[in-house]
Structure formats: structure tokens, C-alpha cells
């Protein structure tokens, strides 16, 4: 059937996500991944938590980062939702939805982005604008390709039990992208109007919006400085864009813990540089340590800091410890937010609902390889997880360290803390559990 | 004149640095930056420098990196030279030439670029193509926009006072490159093809080479990750570019010395990490630090390292100091290669000069702050510079340190050591003294 009405296109594009419950009754539309089994699943998920207590506030513990942003003086205008222009794909412009099992991380796109354009010579912000997918036409010079004045957040939008679409904590990734824009000599935004302007791009692409809880669609705000010239300065001319991608888990389900390599001579990052930021410098100079990992049999780098091997990230995740206290006392350790890490969305909502449960200490503290030898030797080491937006929580199952083989007991408890803490997450996420973490897009 | 014919438009672009001369005669042509004070500026240069020995020989010392490269076995096919291919910019292409005191650094390209693209499912590296400058198209989720997988090099091409025009050692920026695009999961390649195809380019915008001693043309062979995929890993696609820059000094002429913003919070590189190859990871972390310097009044930053605040690196230059031992002699100390400086073609060719020249001691050794402010107490402090491709040798006048302001000597003295190795190595460059190190394109 082709659509000869251009306003039809336009209703249809404009109103999939409302038009969606009605189609699927049909069982006309071809979703992107598979459908059906949430509701089952939820039923299931329900029963084996109710030992678990709900959680319904939030406590704030410590603010990683300024949740409001001081613009520079020379910024210049910002941009606004209200502003913002769309431009729909042609239907011959749309791409095809691939299969659920076929969900690499970030390999395939939707049919739309958004773009906001920066100039300081024409006063800062433009309009922001939603365009059909497509490349970026850049000049050979510009800034992103030499000195990587680049910089991006990770994000996800949940298709609920409910149908309805949620962002998780989307104000503190935005808070986190402007801090990170400062540190970059980028300009910054007001993050509400990227927010609601990301919400809409959603909303146009909702149909990509996978209906199954085991997938959800990445969204990957990036900013990066164009400005045609070779010196090393920042960037008077920027683009600030937003991909989108349908993502299954970042690791694949049924897969045993993570095998982690632990390797002191490499270093991810220190003290007076840019670990805590996002930015586009923390992750290439990891490929070729990622890579003598799985050289050496194992999946992910566990970054050690300094002389006692301090543990600080496992791949691109922050990285939590369950252990025994010698008075028997449960305790969960993470290092803390001393810019040697990145300060994790995930981090830190599992730090925020362990505190709400007050069960055992949560700390941020540092601790090193030889204190996780020690208590895998006397057997109080008992969990250990990396956590972060793409992953969610991953189980660590063995460290490869200077010639050892340390093991972590992480999936041999019953209901271990790491499942509880995904399924709370994960509930929050996918609208099961009411919280105001969870942004309902409209 | 319009010029109609095709083979006449082909003649001249590929033979105009041949026609050079001939038109420069008859001053019909418009030469990129002034010409005609050269030889007059050689004869006043080489009465100066009378009273200095001259080098013919290089004697090896210490290769700061493996100058053969050896591929990966799965990297595939190599590109090669004699597969170039040739689309030259149409007349209504041709950029108008900058005046030669407008040459700021990096804000003019010349009419052509060279390019190669490697693709693993191809089959390694495809035929390198010089085509006319334009914009790179790439997919929003390329590599080297979120991982900053991304690496380049600095080099030059000099106009001598012959009218050949040569490189710099560019067998060591290749060597340089290719231990770069390892570090970085990227496809190495074979030196000597590309100098070759960077040599035809050059030639084919000779005309873009300054006709000066006070500037020259700024080659920037750059590679980049461009497989449009959002996973944290090495990129199955590349593409390795060079564009062209006529370029003045980069600092501006007849300012005085450097004065440099020491400030021991900010580190540029560390142990583990990548601060000794050529990624742009390196850059965009510093632009932030070095706007605090010029807010601060400085030019520069001054990167220093470790609780005894080692110096490693001023702006992105190689940094050395001449001082006075306690016995009275000479002695200039540079950073050694130790993982947390850049090896710098500069600074090895200093450091091969001195050796030579023999008349004061040299050496690759850690320095520190309090050592600096002892000696400048004491009247022992000398001389300290900057050195690489771009800025040549750059005098430093002040630190600003800890609240002090350490003055530095170095442009107070008769024949001053900076001044004599400025001389040696651009009288190499510009085919004043013959020399192994310079490269005549042809």
C-alpha cells in the first residue's frame, strides 16, 4: 500500500505512539523486536519480589555535579524547544526495523535526529531541528576530527508495561553533558529544552521504541566542536546532535559473569585530567587495552590507579563490592567521585536506594586488589558489579590479576544484590513501579 | 583570461612549480605571502652565524620509536603509491590566496587533499585519490565522533632558497603515525607511499608553499575511526586524509619569550595512558587549562607532573633548559621518553645536534619546579625554550608558579643556544646547508 497523502504521512508519523495499541490488535504492524511477553514477565518479576520493599521516595545523599548550570558570559543565545523545526523522512527514507535477537549495541538507527547548530559569530544557539537520519558534512579541519573537542551522554527511552515512553533521571544526564561542555571550552544549554526537544525526536520514532523489556532504544546526545581551524583552542563553532538506536542488553542474557582484566601498567585515568567527564578522550585510548583483554580470555578492563591498585571503573561501568565485615556486617563499597571516575547515573541511584533500604553501610571509599584478594582468600568477598545506563548492572565473575585467577561469588546467592538492584532499576525504568525518577514522554 | 583547455588547465597544475621561476620573471603571478627577501635574509644569516660549527653528519643516539612498523596480520591490503589517482579541482574550485600576514595557524587549505579509506570488509586499505578540498560526509555515529578515535601528524613543507621545495625527516612523523594508529586499534600503512602521495600533493599546490623563510606550508596527515557503530571498540573502518595550511610563525614575530602558566593541579599525560602518541585525546582536554592560562595573563601552559613537579611539556611542545652546572659548564636537560611526553622530531633533532656539536653536555632527564627556582636564584638558569613542527623553537621568558613569577634569561645573551639551533634547523629546512634530514620533493 502506498500513502499518497502527505498529511496522512504526516498524521501517521506525527501519531504512531498513539495509533500503536490499535495496530497492534490488528497485528498489522511489523514491531521492532519482539512483543507479547512483558505482561507475563511482569507477573513473574512481581511474584518473586514481593519479599523485597518497595521503594517510593528519594533521598539525596551527595549531588555529583551541579544540577543547574552558570552559562559563560559570551555563550551567547540559548535555544528552545519552541523553536524547534521538523522535517519528517520521506517514506522511502525510512529505514527497516531489524529483528530483536539482531540488536548489536549501537548498530543500527532510527529513521530521524535532532541537530542544534552553535556559531559565535551569528550569537550563539540556532534553532534546534529534527531532521530525517543523516551524515554530517563536515570540513576535513574541523576540531572534532584533530583535538576530539567531543563529548556525548548515554540515555534510554523504556516502552513500559503501561505503552507509555520513559526517560530515567534525564536532568542529571543533561546536568553531566553541560559540565562536561564547560570542561571542553563547548558552549552549554538549558537542559529542560534538550530534554522536551530529545522527548519529541522520540515520539516521531516511538514505533522504534522496542515493546519488550529486554531491549530499550539508546539515545546518544553528542557535542562536537566544527570550527575549521587547526589550533589547539576551543571551538567557536559546535553541533549539538541526537542519535537514536534500538539497543538489546549490552551484554548478552544467559552469558556467565564478567571475566575481568586487571592489568596495573595501564591506566584509564588521574588526578587533574578528565576521567570524571565524558568525554570522547576517556574512551579511544581504552581500545587496545580493551583489546589485549579479550586477548587474554577475559570481556572488560578493570582500570587499577595507582600503587596499591586501586580499582576504579571495569570498562566503560563504575564498579561496586559487596563484602562481610569482620563483625559479620554486610557492606557495599564504591570508589568515590574523586575525578578519577565518571559519576554514573546508575552509581548513583543504587547509592540513593541502598540508603533508602538502610539494610547495610554504603560507602564511597576507596579500596585496591590486594583487599579483594584478602576477602575472596577469607571468603567474605561477596558480590561485585559494574553498573552504567548501556548495561545496566553486570555481575563480575573473576579477575585476572597478576598472574591469579581471583574469584567473585557474585551469582552463586540467593537473591543476590546486584538482581535486586536491576530489578528495581528496571521496574522504575520500565513503569512497573511508580517514582519520580521515571519521565513520562508525551 | 579564461583558459579553455582542459590538457593546457592539467599542464599547468602539474607542472606550475616548474613555471615558477619563469613567471616570477615576468611577475605575473600572485605568490601566496611576499617574495624577494629571501637571499637577501640567507647572506645576513650566514655572516651571523660564522662563528658556529656546521653539521653535515647525523649520529644516531636514541630512536625514540621503531622506525619500521610492523602490521597486524589481519590489517590486509597495503595502498600504494602507484595507485593514486588524480581529480583536480575545476578553476571555479581554487581558494584565493591569504596574504602572507594573514597566515594565521590552520585557517587557510589549499585547493587539494589526499585520501585513503580502509575498509577490513574490502580488504585492508583501498587506492589513495588526491581530490579537490572538500567536505567529509560521515555517518553521526562514526567512531571519531564519540571515542575520539582519532590521530594525526604535524609536518611541513619548506620553499628553499633554490626553489625546491622539501619535508622535514618525514620518515619519522610516518614512524610516529604508524605507532600512533597502533596504540589507537587503527590500520598501519606503509611510510614511504604516503610521503610519496603527500609529495604530489604538495606539488600539485605548490604554488601554495610560501615564497618565504618566514613561513611555510603545514601538512596534516590525519586518520580517523569511522565505522558508524556506538560500541566502546577499534573501528573496521578508516580514513586517512591530509590537508594542506600555509602557515606564518606560530608565534607571532618580534613578541617577546613565552610566559607559561605552571599550575600542578592540571596533568596532561600520566604513566599507563597515551600521553607519548599522537591522539587527539591529548588536545581536547587541554584547551579548558590552557583559556585559564591566557585568563591568568600567560601565553602557554606549562604541564608538570608529580608531587616534585616534574616539567614534561610547554603547550604542545617538547620543553628544554640550558643551565650552568656547579662546576661552570653547560648543561641542557630535556624530559626523557618515559611515556608522559610526546617524542618530538624537534626535540630529537636537537638533541642529535648538540651530541654532534659537542660542546656541552645533553641529557634525557626528569627536572623539576624547585630545581628551576634554585637555578634562576642562583644565576645558574640559562635558557629555556619550546620545541616542535609548529612553532620551530619558542624562547620562554616567565613562569608563572605557585603564586611567583620565575623570570627565565633566555633572551639576554650574545649568540644564545635557541637562537643557533633556530638557525641550524631552518637553514636544514630551507635547503640553506645540505643535510640527510631534508627531503627534496620532486
Known amino acids: 500500500m502506498v500513502l499518497r497523502s502527505k498529511n496522512l504521512v504526516r498524521y501517521v508519523f506525527q501519531n504512531q505512539h498513539k495509533l500503536i495499541q490499535q495496530l497492534l490488535v490488528q497485528s498489522q504492524v511489523r514491531l521492532c523486536s519482539g512483543h507479547g511477553g512483558i505482561q507475563q514477565k511482569a507477573q513473574l ?13 528519594v533521598s ?13 558570559a559570551d555563550v551567547g543565545e540559548q535555544f528552545k524547544y519552541s523553536d524547534l523545526s521538523v522535517r519528517l523522512a520521506a517514506p522511502h527514507q525510512l529505514n527497516p526495523k531489524p529483528d530483536v535477537d539482531d540488536l548489536a549495541f549501537g548498530k543500527y538507527f532510527t529513521d530521524h535526529m535532532l541537530r542544534v547548530s552553535y556559531h559565535r559569530r551569528l550569537g550563539g544557539w540556532q534553532k534546534p531541528e529534527i531532521t530525517p537520519m543523516e551524515n554530517l ?5 574541523a576540531k572534532v576530527f584533530h583535538y576530539a573537542i567531543e563529548l556525548f551522554e548515554g540515555m534510554k527511552a523504556y516502552r513500559g508495561y503501561d505503552g507509555k515512553i520513559r526517560f530515567f533521571r534525564p536532568d542529571m544526564n543533561m546536568a553531566r553533558m553541560n559540565v562536561t561542555a564547560y570542561r571542553s571550552g563547548l558552549p552549554t544549554f538549558e537542559s529542560e529544552e534538550l530534554i522536551k526537544a530529545m522527548g519529541r525526536l522520540v515520539m516521531i520514532d516511538s514505533e522504534w521504541v522496542p515493546h519488550t523489556e529486554s531491549a530499550s532504544l539508546y539515545i546518544r546526545p553528542t557535542l562536537i566542536g566544527i570550527e575549521p581551524t587547526l589550533g589547539v583552542a576551543s571551538s567557536d563553532s559546535a553541533l549539538l546532535y541526537t542519535i537514536l538506536s534500538p539497543v538489546g542488553p549490552y551484554f548478552k542474557p544467559g552469558a556467565s559473569g564478567l571475566k575481568l582484566y586487571a592489568e596495573p601498567k595501564y591506566t584509564r585515568a588521574w588526578p587533574g585530567g578528565v576521567g570524571d567527564r565524558k568525554v570522547g578522550s576517556n574512551y579511544g585510548p581504552t581500545i587496545h587495552v580493551q583489546r589485549e583483554a579479550l586477548r587474554n580470555g577475559c570481556h572488560q578492563v578493570l582500570w587499577l590507579y595507582g600503587d596499591d591498585h586501586q580499582l576504579t571503573e571495569v570498562g566503560v561501568m563504575n564498579i561496586f563490592m559487596l563484602y562481610m565485615k569482620e563483625n559479620r556486617e554486610r557492606e557495599l563499597l564504591t570508589p568515590p567521585l574523586d575525578g578519577l571516575i565518571l559519576p554514573g547515573i546508575t552509581r548513583d541511584s543504587i547509592i540513593r536506594l541502598c540508603h533508602q533500604w538502610g539494610e547495610f553501610s554504603i560507602k564511597e571509599q576507596k579500596f585496591t586488589m590486594p583487599m579483594v584478594k584478602k576477602l575472596a582468600k577469607e571468603g567474605r568477598l561477596l558480590e561485585m558489579f559494574g553498573t552504567g545506563t548501556a548495561a545496566v548492572i553486570s555481575p563480575i565473575e ?34 512497573k513501579m511508580d517514582h519520580p525518577w521515571a519521565y513520562v514522554i508525551d
Open 45 to 57: 518479576r512481581l511474584d518473586e519480589e514481593d519479599s523485597f520493599p518497595k521503594i517510593t521516595e
Open 60 to 72: 539525596p545523599i551527595a549531588a555529583p555535579f551541579p544540577m543547574t548550570i552558570e552559562h559563560a
Open 137 to 141: 558534512n563536515l570540513h576535513p579541519a
Open 398 to 431: 573473576r579477575i585476572a590479576y597478576m598472574g591469579e585467577d581471583i574469584y567473585v561469588p557474585t551469582e552463586t546467592h540467593d537473591n543476590p544484590l546486584f538482581r535486586r538492584l536491576y530489578n528495581t532499576l528496571t521496574d522504575i525504568q520500565y513503569g
